[in-house]
Structures are given as structure tokens and as C-alpha cells.
């Protein structure tokens, strides 16, 4: 039986289409701090854990390709024999909870003796330190697993480096939606042998000690809305203020230093909330406020920010997007299938609950759909029309392509309507847009002042 870290062909060709597939699910992918990913040594990657099987698959999308990454999931999606096979060959083991049974727990022990195998192969291992997923944007508790392998595998190599434990800070822009932006960012390793000598001494103090080691890194890495009271109030904050704090901060208009500048107020708005929490209370209720109003007057934060819209660029925008509507219609009806049968199969079929699934599903799902219909599309082309053999060529890889235009044009003509409904409703409604935009600099104005 091979062992989990083996490297076949198989694996290899299943890692390259899935990397390749995964990056372009993504409108944006970005990765921050790829020089920390170490080489030729044992290493645990920790990433945060918002995004179910995404979370993953992120981490394996940006190592080297030749460094297979074994991870632990929880134990209860193995009960399937099926399942547990396609788990096994994409290199993920089971690790088992309280709620799998008491009984099953002593199980632990055999998987985390084959993580130590892992290491000692100078193999990567990825381990989730949160132990559970949510999808709200904060760092949970982590758990103690991941050091208990560590300092085991650490073993061999005493006080000489040896383990190291990277954080892997993961921003989505949505955990529903595809073709929004990822950010990878990659934190500098930590040296497991910097605390062996406290291992040795006290195993609880060390293990503490650089728990809260990574919990740091990751705080530095991720968007930690380190509040339990105040999270609403956290999440709209950061997005009304996002461009007057990135304009503070004098940084060019990017995804990734946009995420900077969340980060940056996020830590404002904590805190507030431990110094000033009156001041805090003031914001949390003036953004209950204007959240309230935006869905009232079913509007974008980013809309009142732009606004007001001249009549001009509006018809240019217009003209833009008739013109350009054949190409829409031609990309919208070779990816409609692709593009809308697994939404149609995760809302109708699977139905998953909880909503950090849905990207994982409608991912998986699409890895089979998109070479499926665009296969039979080429079938069909080739067999119903008397084109040259280049054209049918053309006509291959013009597919994907000509989708994303289409998601793109869908998307330009959905801000051209939201920038026409608003300067509609500033003429039949101008007091509740006043209203809106006076609440928004309010919240600005608090926010800057701090």
C-alpha cells in the first residue's frame, strides 16, 4: 500500500488541474509572502478556516507544485467508503471530535503518529489550529493537535531547527460567491526547536507559549474582527470606511491594499471598544442605522460613495455596454450551463445549511460541469456546422473566456443600473439619500478621529 505521501502520477495530474481550476474560480487571486514557504524541511501549514474544502485547496494552490500537502479533516466525512477513498488519494486523513464519539477519540492517536511519519519524510502537513470552521472573519481558539505533532516530530532534531509551523492568513471576498478575490497571505515560519528547551522543562507552558505565537502571526495576517459583541457593527465599519482609511494611509486602490487598510481599522475599532466603548456604541448604532437605510432604499455602500453620477459618463458606460452586448449574449449562451448548473444542483439538490459550504460544493461541482458542457458544445459545433478545422480550435477556447466577459458585462450593467436608480432617487426621494449620506460621514468622521 503506498503511503499518503507518495507523489504519483495520478495525484500529480489531479493537484495540476485542480490548482489550474481553482485559481480561475476566483476573480482575483493573490498570493502575499510566497518566500516564507520553506524548502527541503518539515513543515505544518496553519491556515484560518472560513472556507471549508477552499481553505485547503488554497494552501495546495500555492506551494510548490512537487510538495504534496497531507491534511486533516474532520473524521465524520469518511463514513462514505467512496468517499473516504477520493479522500485518501487527495492526500487528507481523518481526525476525529468529541461529537464523533468518545470512544472513537483514542483513534487520534494512530493519525497523529502518521502525521509525525509525515514530517519525518520532510513532507508538509496542513492542519486547521482552529479545530472548526465559522464563517465570520475573526480567529477562534485554537486547538493543541497541531503542537502535539509538532513538538513530536520535533523530537529527532532536539534544539536544532527542524519543524517549522507556517501561518496562512486567508482573505475571501465572499464565502458564497465565485469570481470574487482571494488573498494567500504567507507568514514567517516558526521554529518549532525555539521551544524545546521549554517542551522539555514544562509541555502545557510551551505548548501555551507558542500557541499564542501563532495566534499572533495569524492576527497579522488575516482580517481579525476580534469582537463578539460588536461584529455587525465591525463588518459595515470597515467597508464604509474603507477608502477614507486607505486614502489615510496614502495607498494606491488595490484589493490587497484595501485588505491592509480593513486591518488597520479593524485594530482601530477594537480598540475603541476596549478603551472608549461609549464612542464604539455611538458608531454601532449609526451603522444599524445606515444599514437600514441602504437596504430601504436598495443601495451599495460603494454607490453612495461614488455618487453623485453625471448624465455623460453614464451614456458612454450605456453606449459601452449595447455595443458590446453580442459578445455578452454569445459568451452568457455557452456558459449558462456550466456557469448556473451547479448553482442550480447546490440550491436544488444538495441543499448544504450552512452557507462556508456552498463555495466548496459549487467548486466541485463545476470542476465536472465546465469540461462536460463545453466538451459536448465542441461535439456539437464541430458535428452541426462546415467550419475550418482553426475556427473549431477558435471556438474551444473561446468558451471560458467569453464567460467571464459575460459575468463581467453582467456585472458593469448592474452598477450602471444601481448609478441610475440613485440619481433617480435623489430627485423622487432626496431626503432619505441626504439622510444616508450624512449617517455615512458621520461614521467616517468617528472612525478618522480615533
Wanted: proline residues 6%; hydrophobic residues 40%; positive net charge.
Amino acid at each position: 500500500m503506498p503511503n499518503i505521501y507518495d507523489f504519483p502520477l495520478s495525484y500529480n495530474l489531479v493537484k495540476k488541474y485542480i490548482t489550474f481550476t481553482f485559481k480561475r474560480f476566483y476573480g482575483e487571486y493573490i498570493v502575499v509572502g510566497r518566500e516564507n514557504i520553506p524548502a527541503d524541511c518539515p513543515v505544518i501549514f496553519a491556515p484560518n478556516h472560513t472556507n471549508a474544502l477552499m481553505d485547503a485547496l488554497a494552501v495546495h494552490s500555492v506551494v510548490p507544485h512537487k510538495m504534496p500537502v497531507i491534511f486533516l479533516a474532520r473524521a465524520d466525512i469518511f463514513k462514505n467508503k467512496t468517499a473516504a477513498k477520493i479522500l485518501n488519494f487527495i492526500k487528507i486523513m481523518p481526525a476525529f471530535r468529541m461529537r464523533d464519539g468518545v470512544e472513537n477519540l483514542g483513534r487520534n492517536n494512530e493519525i497523529f503518529e502518521r502525521c509525525v511519519e509525515v514530517l519525518d519524510h520532510n513532507k508538509a502537513l496542513g492542519i486547521m489550529p482552529e479545530g472548526n470552521q465559522e464563517i465570520e472573519r475573526k480567529l477562534r481558539p485554537l486547538v493543541k493537535g497541531i503542537f502535539r505533532i509538532a513538538f513530536a516530530a520535533q523530537q529527532k532534531y532536539g534544539n536544532q531547527p527542524g519543524v517549522k509551523i507556517v501561518p496562512v492568513g486567508l482573505d475571501f471576498g465572499s464565502v458564497v460567491k465565485s469570481h470574487k478575490h482571494i488573498i494567500i497571505n504567507i507568514g514567517k515560519p516558526i521554529e518549532v526547536s525555539d521551544y524545546m528547551n521549554s517542551y522539555m522543562a514544562n509541555p502545557v507552558g510551551a505548548t501555551n507559549e507558542i500557541r499564542d505565537r501563532l495566534r499572533n502571526d495569524l492576527s497579522q495576517i488575516t482580517l481579525n474582527l476580534d469582537t463578539d459583541k460588536y461584529y455587525p457593527c465591525f463588518e459595515a465599519a470597515i467597508e464604509i470606511g474603507n477608502t477614507a482609511y486607505l486614502n489615510k494611509l496614502q495607498l494606491p486602490d488595490k484589493t490587497i491594499y484595501k485588505f491592509v487598510a480593513r486591518q488597520k481599522l479593524t485594530e482601530k475599532l477594537v480598540e475603541l471598544e476596549k478603551n472608549d466603548p461609549d464612542s464604539l456604541k455611538k458608531i454601532d448604532s449609526l451603522c444599524a442605522e445606515y444599514t437600514k437605510t441602504l437596504n430601504d432604499l436598495n443601495l451599495r455602500n460603494h454607490i453612495l460613495e461614488q455618487a453623485p453620477f453625471k448624465k455623460l459618463p453614464l451614456l458612454f458606460e450605456w453606449t459601452f455596454l449595447l455595443g458590446t452586448f453580442s459578445f455578452f449574449l454569445y459568451g452568457f449562451i455557452l456558459n449558462f450551463m456550466p456557469f448556473f448548473v451547479p448553482v442550480y444542483l447546490r440550491k436544488n439538490v444538495f441543499k448544504p445549511q450552512f452557507s462556508g459550504f456552498f463555495s466548496s460544493l459549487h467548486y466541485g461541482l463545476g470542476i465536472i460541469t465546465f469540461p462536460l458542457f463545453y466538451t459536448i458544445q465542441t461535439i456539437l459545433f464541430w458535428s452541426l456546422t462546415d467550419c475550418p478545422w482553426w475556427a473549431s480550435l477558435l471556438f474551444v477556447f473561446s468558451q471560458y473566456p467569453m464567460g467571464k466577459w459575460a459575468l463581467k458585462w453582467n456585472s458593469i450593467a448592474k452598477k450602471l443600473n444601481a448609478k441610475i436608480r440613485f440619481n433617480k432617487l435623489s430627485k423622487a426621494d432626496p431626503n432619505s439619500i441626504n439622510q444616508a449620506q450624512t449617517i455615512r460621514r458621520e461614521i467616517i468622521k468617528l472612525i478618522s478621529e480615533y
